[in-house]
Each structure stands twice: as C-alpha cells, then as structure tokens.
C-alpha cells in the first residue's frame, strides 16, 4: 500500500516530482562526465608516457633507481634478459644502457640523458621510432648516430645529418667524449622526451662509455598493465633479490603524482558537487512537504499513523531518486561515452596541455561501471538522507494545525504601532508591500528558496576560490624560488644559454631598472647549462653565478636551506645545491663538486666548489637542478670578465609585470637587450596555469549549470506551489500583470537576500582558507614534481571572476519565475483555485 501510494502522490503532482527528479539527474550527469573526464586525462597520460619509452616497468640492479650510476650496471644483461622474457605477463623486453651527458654543438650546450638501445628488440616495446618526423629510424642494418627530440634539435639548432658533440663520464670514472651524427628527430609531445633524451644503438654507446658488455636496465612491456603489481612481484623472484623490478608509477613519478593530482582536484570538486547535489534534492524535496502541510494533517486526521506518513515519504524519496538516477546515469553516461568517441579538442590550451606528460590536444573522457556505480549509489542514499528530515516533519505534524495551515502561514499579524500608515505605504507600489509581506507570512518557504541560492554561490565562490589560489600559489612560489617577475637579456638568452649572449654594463642597466616605479629590487646574474659531477655521478644542471647581497631581494632562496648556509660576498669557492640535486650525485655539506659548462671562448670551463648549503624548496624541478655560485665565480670560470647573463627584478606588484616591461623596452633596446616577463621565463609554469584556468572553465561551466538549476528549480517550485494563493488574488480582483510583477518582487528580493548572505559567507571560507590552508599533502606524495606545488592550497577570492556568473545566476532566477506565474496569470480564477 505505501509503495502504490507513493507512485501516485510522485504521478499525481507531476510538476513537483519532474523537478525534483531533474535535480537528481542533473547533479548526477555531472559528477559522470566530470570523474570520466579526469578519467580519461589520467589514461592518456599513462598510455603515451609508456608507450613511447618508459615502457610499463624496468629491471635494474638493486638501487639503480636510487642512485642511477654507471657503477650499478648489470653485467650478466643476457642472463636477466632471458629471466624475464620467459615470465608469461610479459609481451616483449630489451636491454638498454643509460648515462647522464653534456650534449653541444657550435656555442649551444644542455644536459641530456643518453641511452643506448637494441634497435630490433627495442621497436617490440616503446613506439619512439614511429614519432620520427625528420631523418629516419633505425632500420638494423648497421645502425649508426642518434634520435633526437625536436625541442633539443631547436635548442640546439640541429638536424637529421648534423654532429652532437657528447661529453661524459666513462664506465672508468674517465671522461668520456664523442662526436656523433643525428640520425633522426622525433616528436613526442612529451617535453622530458622530447628535449632531453638522445637515443642510440648499443654498440654506439658501449664504446662511447667503455662498457663493452654492461647494461643499466632491461625495459618490459607488459601484456596486461593493469596487473602490474602482480607481474612486478613475478618479476622480482624471477631475476633475484640482488636487482630490483620497478613498474612505471615509480619510473614516471611526474606522470604518477599528475594523475594522483588530477584525482586530488577531482576529489576537491567531486566532494562540491555532491554537497551541491545533496542541497538540489533537499530543497525541493522539503519544498514539497511544506506545501503538502494540509494533505497530511488531513491524512493524519483520517487515522494514518505517524510511522506510516514517515514511511511514505520516504517511499516517495525513493521513487524519485530512482527516477533520477535512471535520467542521470543515461545524460551522464551517454555524453560521457559520445565524447569518449569524439572527444573533447582542448587545442587552444595546446602548451598547457605540455605541461602535464603523456596529454595530447583531445582528450576522451572514459566510462567506468565502478565509478558509475559509486556515484549512483551515493546520489541515492543523499536522496534519502536527504528526505529524513521532511518526513520527520510531516509524520509530527499536529493534524488540526497542519489542516488550518497554522505555522505554515503563521498567525495574522495585527495592525499596531510598526504598521505602515496609508501615508507611508503609498510612497512604494502596493505590490511591491504585498511582496513583502508574501514573504514574511511564510517564512519557511522563503528560507528555503534563500538557502538554496544562498547556499549554491558558496560553493561557487569557493570552487572559484580554490582554482585561482592554487594558480597564485604556483606562480608566487616559482617565481619566488627562480626568476623574479621580470629578466632583462639578450634576445634568445633562454633558448641558447650560450656566453656569447652575455653583455656588460650591468651597473647601468641595474641604475636604470631601479628608477623605474614599481621595481622593488635588481639583481645581474650568469646563467649557464652544466654538468656537475661527483665522485660517481654526473647530472646536467643549470648554473646561476648570483650576487649574494642582492639576490634576496629578487627569490626568496635564501629561506630555504635546510643544511649549511646561503652563499656571502667572498664565498667564490662555494657552492649551494638542491636536497634533490644533492640526493642523486651523493654529495654532502662541505664535500666538493665538479662544475663544467662551455666558456666564452669556446673552451670548456671547469672549476671545482665546496658545498656550502643545502636548500630544499618543495618542488624536486628545482631542487633537483639548480646550483648556484657566486657572481664572480661563474664570470671567472665561463671567461667572462664583467659580463653578465641577465638582470632579474622584482616588482612591488606582479600584475603590473606588462606595463613595466613596456617602460623599460626603450631603455634596454638601446642596449640590444629585451624585458622578458615571468610567463616567458617560466612558460611550463605559465603553460600549466593556463591549463588548470582551462580545466577550471570546463568544471566551473558545469558547476555553474547545477547550480543555476539547482537554484531555478526551487524558485520554480516555489512560485508554482502558490497557484492556488494566486487564483485567490485574481478572483478578488487583483490584475493578472500585477501578479506576476509581484512575483518578480518577491524572486528579486529573495535573491537580492541569497546574494548578499552568499557572497558574504563565500568571501569568508574562503579568507578562512586562505589564512589556514587546505592541506592536501596527505591524498598524493611526490607534489613537488609540480613546478612551484606545495602539499597545502591557499584558496584566493578574485572578485572580477564572480561578477560575470554571479549576475547571470540572479537574472536566470528571476526569469525562470515568471514562466509558472504568467501560466497561473492566465488561468481562470476559478480553475487557479482549484488546480492541483
């Protein structure tokens, strides 16, 4: 019996259930395609990353991963090499032989990482040889000279044909040097490929390295990736506890902390939408209670028990949900799978989309049945929570005061002493008064109507909040850590790195940077490629020759050290290197370490440094690569006399990096340098906020449809439930206009109300959060692989990005409630009042 009236009380007030159902199902379909969408994003980046050269996992000689030197070679290759080749989970594998070098051509240099492959066994397990897009592959027959990414061709100006000096260290601990044809140049889209890895046949690089028989890993391409860990343990017992099988999530660390960050985000925003998804269904659901105060006194009148009436509505919950679902999981799913198919060309975010490994310009969200089944049971059980309330409500209602309408409408107010006089009130429209006091008679109806407004631009205000800290937190801190706001070079500085860029009269371009208004501090610098070494070990590495005094005013560096000290005037044997830098050479405090890099003179400066400090910064792509000297020390070692690589400033205000890079364009043209501002300096870190302001406009475009449909269904209900109230009106003679202009009243008061108490409430989470953090560091490790990411977000309110979505959220209201007054305007007042 509670079941068949529960499908009769849904089918008999079609209007109110469509609505609700429609609240369901739209907070549904959205949290499908937005977790397919990641989804989709993760499994793109995982596919190519792999499937290029990382390949799904690797053999190495225990703690090669660690510590990749040449000192951990494996020397019985073959013997491993055929151990794991006879593991059934395993569709192909090769040998390979890795080393960090010192890659130049002409004034042109960059640490890469070499790798020397076995052409014919190598095409079995990554696909590198089919991005070649100049030259040619290696075909086996008497292979020859290298492949090359295109971002290292350009930094280096080279072609298919063209010689690559290489400079190393040898299997000995002798220096290892060669001149080598490119044979090749492919494209990845994968920057670490792309611009810093040169492949080459085995024998090449045997007898560049004199190794002529080690291997430093054997390369597995899986035939199941999804059971990794289970072919990783296989693996393990098969080549012995002296090596160590690795699958990618650890050979990739950028692409796993990416898709682990991409969850994160999406958990932050998946965790909104279900909140927003709850409120949606609690406001009409509780809506339709209260105007349904009279059924049910009448019901409880009539003898209905109170725990019959309690189980009904949940029963009508129930129903509802169920409908919901079933309209929700076929919009979400269906627009899910079509543009799983299709995809979703996000080709204008192009150089974003670099940003995080393995993503091409079209992305295909992907359907899962777990996460479909989870979201579905999920909305479900909120829609019942979401219903206990109401129907406790109703199932307590005192049957006579719930039939006269008694705490719904609330008691005649009498005419006293705040009464408005008929002078008074004649100074505004009587409808407007009507309006008004239309909204104080029921109050719970109009609290309900405000909180669900009020309640959705919370969440947006604060869903707007996160995306714009975590930008501001990206660039601040990367800024902060490197280059300043603003660089004043020689045109092509950062593509070349090459001395010959570098020019003199440093003092007068400091003098005339800092006259300029808005400049807070200037510092000259030399900036070179490296390669610094260690007893066992080398590693490319970017140079910076700083000015000690003047550099605090341009990074906040200085307060990062963790050991030792930061570099002082007179300091030009010492040396300040990363905790990740400072992880992979085994260097410590007060050890040395070896610096080369090419001279201006063609030759190749070398000096040798103390560790003097330690710094650690939270993000491994500077720590990992980035020593600092002093000044005078890196102009003596490179030959440059007084010649510096860059000035660097900071500004007093960011935002105006543009304008006064365009003050400043004259005063350097006449120099021959160029104002270079912080997106051109750090275009991955400009690039990838780009990419996180895209992402933000495809969640934030469908937050904003649930949340204007969440807020437009419940004006709608409300506005609709009142036919009755209006048939009244127009039956004592009130026009059918002003009842609807009424009804824009009493919408525009109540969003005007909704507004103010949301913005206020949303402006203060997230101040809030802005002062404490929203710590995140405990959902995903290894952060720091993100350029300026720290483990703790600090949302920020940016109040030209509400205006836009704030306006068009209070005009939709306003609209969407003059479609059910008009209907009841243009009833007859005798049908008005007896319309169910």
Known sequence: MIWKLALRNVMRNRRRSGITVLSIAVGLAALTFLWGFIDGQNRQMVNNTTRYFATDAQVHLKGYHDDPSLDRAIEAGDRVLAAVRADPAVAAATVRLETTVLASRADRSRGIVAFGVDPAAESAVSDLSKAIVDGRAFDGRGDGGMLIGTDLAEALALRAGDDLVLVGQAYDGSVASARVPVRGVFRTKIDDLDGYVAVMPMAVMRDFLAAPSAVTAV?????????????????????????????????????????????????????????????????????????????????????????????????????????????????????????????????????????????????????????????????????????????????????????????????????????????????????????????????????????????????????????????????????????????????????????????????????????????????????????????????????????????????????TFVEGTPLARGAERDIVIGRRLAEKIGARLGEKIVVMAPGLAGELGTAAFRVRGIFATESSSFDGAMVFVTLPAAQRMLGLGDRVSSVNLRLVDRSEVDEVARQLSPVVASRGLVASTWPQLLTRVADMVGLVRAIRTVIVAVFFLVVALAVMNTVFMAVAERTREFGVMMALGTPPDAVVRMVVYETVALMLVASVIGYAVGAAVVALFGNIGLDLSGFYRDYSAIPGLTGIVYPQLVAGNLVGPGIGLFLASVAVSLHPAAKAARLEPTAAIRHT
């Open 219 to 559: 390369a597995v391409r899986l035939r199941d990736r999804g059971a990794l860990d289970a072919a990783v343990e296989s693996l393990s017992v098969r080549v012995g506890s002296d090596h160590e099988v690795v699958g990618w999530p650890v050979l990739l660390p950028m692409v796993a902390v990416s898709t682990r960050f991409h969850e994160v985000m999406g958990f932050v925003v998946l965790t909104i939408f279900f909140v927003m998804v709850a409120a949606g269904v609690a406001n009409p659901v509780l809506m339709a209670v209260l105007e349904r105060t009279r059924e049910f006194g009448i019901m409880l009148a009539l003898g209905t028990s109170q725990s019959l009436l309690f189980r009904l509505v949940l029963a009508e919950a129930a129903l509802l949900g169920a409908a919901g679902l079933l309209l929700g999981n076929a919009v979400g799913l269906g627009a899910t799978a079509a543009f799983g198919r299709i995809g979703i060309n996000l080709g204008a975010f192009a150089a974003g989309l670099r940003t995080m490994p393995g993503l091409e310009d079209v992305i295909y969200p992907v359907v899962r049945a777990e996460r479909s089944l989870f979201i579905s049971v999920m909305v479900f059980v909120i829609a019942l929570l979401m219903a206990l309330y109401p129907a406790l409500r109703a199932a307590t209602l005192e049957p006579v005061a719930a039939i006269r309408g008694i705490g719904e409408r609330g008691k005649a107010r009498v005419r006293g002493r705040g009464e408005p006089t008929p002078a008074r009130r004649s100074r505004w429209p009587v409808f407007v008064l009507i309006a008004a006091r239309n909204l104080l008679r029921n109050r719970k109806r109009s609290a309900i109507t405000a909180f669900a407004a009020a309640f959705a631009i919370v969440a947006y205000v604060f869903l707007y909040g996160f995306f714009d800290g975590f930008a501001e937190q990206i660039v601040g801190n990367s800024t902060g850590y490197l280059t300043g706001h603003l660089q004043i070079e020689r045109q092509g500085l950062r593509r070349d790195l090459a001395p010959e860029l570098a020019f003199e009269d440093a003092g007068g371009v400091l003098k005339a940077a800092q006259t300029l208004p808005g400049v807070a501090a200037a510092a000259p610098r030399v900036q070179a490629q490296a390669l610094a070494s260690s007893a066992t070990k080398s590693v490319g590495v970017m140079l910076y020759g700083v000015d000690p005094d003047l550099e605090p005013g341009i990074t906040i560096l200085h307060r």
